[in-house]
């Protein structure tokens, strides 16, 4: 596993518009805030030899690790009720957008085909830096 410290990129803001609906161009009351600044998605996939994390500062000086290729899932078994670490074989479906689908990219709620069976992803991978699965179907050896 790697983990890469990354510096916060200054490149995506989220404050306010300085143009009104029509056009008119606003007057700034005040300059940008380093809060008012965002990232760009990390588009975690599935990893071929190892898995790749992120560990980028946050505020208040805290850390927050985003997965940018991945391995295993956390898969919870509901019959059972046991987690078990399991390797991802292939990503199945991402119903939250076409384009992340046709990407391969896992995201919250995207089907992945594990060694246990079907699961859906219930973490979200560029926040909590793990996948977390529940199992919906079981592979029958």
């Known amino acids: 596993m790697v983990i890469i410290y990354k510096k916060a990129g200054l490149s995506v803001y989220q404050g306010r518009d300085y143009r009104k609906k029509t056009g008119r161009k606003l007057k700034p009351y ?5 809060y008012e600044y965002g990232r760009y998605p990390i588009l975690t996939r599935l990893a071929s030899k190892e898995e790749v994390r992120y560990a980028v500062k946050t505020k ?8 940018k290729e991945v391995l295993f899932a956390n898969v919870l078994d509901p019959e059972s009720n046991e987690v078990k670490k399991v390797k991802i074989l292939e990503v199945l479906e991402n ?16 089907k992945i085909k594990t060694e246990l069976g079907v699961a859906i992803v219930t973490s979200r991978p560029g926040q909590d830096g793990i996948i977390n699965a529940i199992l919906l179907k079981r592979e029958d050896k």
Do not use: E, H, Q, Y
């Open 60 to 67: 208040g000086g805290n850390f927050k690790i985003k997965v």
């Open 95 to 110: 119903p939250s957008d076409r384009k992340l689908n046709r990407m391969k990219i896992i995201t919250k709620n995207t």
């Open 30 to 34: 005040r300059k940008k805030r380093k």
